[in-house]
């Protein structure tokens, strides 16, 4: 079946530590994103990358990295510099021309305390 | 820049009637997208239902349709013979029909469903 997973789905750190979460998908879609969800609102734009080895910034990218070095994967760090990292994370994909509908994984819950 | 409000924090419904859920969007634009999602307590975004600004006719998806007022910058998701399943946060999201196709979503609406 194609689609995108996202592990884990939930994850622990203690403050000060780098954590990335995976995203891969088998869509075959050129495009990925990654979106964070906090209680109350909406899902806010923190990278996207259309094509491998590029990427631009969303949103909210402070404190946050990803790479693209395949077309299936768009890991994202969550750095000790971002301020709030516990939230649900979210990883999304779509095709670049066409429908652009955006298909999106399971999501990662992180806590860091 | 784009924005979309959804007024209702929560609604509630009773099993087999309907319910209307709304979203307004702000934009200078003429080409956009318009779409809903559905989170379920799994948390996974489910595409609902999208609407081209270009057309005229709402869309529709077995239960789920939308009353599209261009002018008024309109987009309200009516659930009809509502079912226990359909209970889940609904997002109301809008993406530009030219460029680089972020997706701008509202803060949510709480779906209830009681039997």
């Known amino acids: 079946d194609g689609g995108i997973t996202q592990s884990p789905k939930y994850l622990f750190r203690k403050e000060g530590q780098n954590v990335t979460l995976s995203c891969e998908q088998n869509?075959?879609?050129?495009?990925m994103y990654w979106y964070r969800q906090d209680p109350g609102q909406g899902l806010r734009l923190i990278y996207y990358?259309?094509?491998?080895?590029?990427?631009q910034k969303g949103d909210i990218a402070e404190g946050y990295s990803v790479s693209r070095e395949k077309k299936e994967s768009f890991p994202l760090t969550v750095t000790s510099a971002q301020k709030n990292p516990t939230a649900f994370y979210l990883c999304?994909?779509?095709?670049?021309?066409?429908?652009?509908?955006?298909?999106f994984g399971p999501g990662t819950r992180l806590t860091v305390t | 820049a784009q924005t979309v409000t959804q007024s209702q924090p929560e609604m509630s419904v009773q099993e087999a009637e309907t319910v209307t859920l709304s979203c307004t969007y702000d934009?200078?634009?003429?080409?956009?997208?318009l779409f809903w999602y559905k989170q379920p307590p799994s948390r996974q975004m489910i595409l609902v239902i999208r609407?081209?600004?270009?057309?005229?006719q709402n869309a529709t998806e077995n239960r789920f349709s939308v009353n599209f007022q261009k002018a008024a910058k309109s987009f309200s998701l009516k659930i009809s013979d509502s079912q226990l399943g359909d209970a889940a946060m609904y997002f109301c999201?809008?993406?530009?029909?030219?460029?680089?196709?972020?997706?701008?979503f509202g803060t949510g609406t709480r779906l209830l469903v009681s039997p």
């Open positions: 869509l075959n879609h050129d495009a």
């Open positions: 999304a994909s779509s095709t670049w021309t066409g429908n652009y509908e955006q298909y």
């Open positions: 990358s259309q094509i491998v080895n590029d990427f």
């Open positions: 999201a809008y993406r530009s029909g030219t460029g680089f196709q972020k997706l701008v």
């Open positions: 609407q081209e600004a270009y057309k005229q």
């Open positions: 934009t200078s634009e003429s080409d956009y997208y």
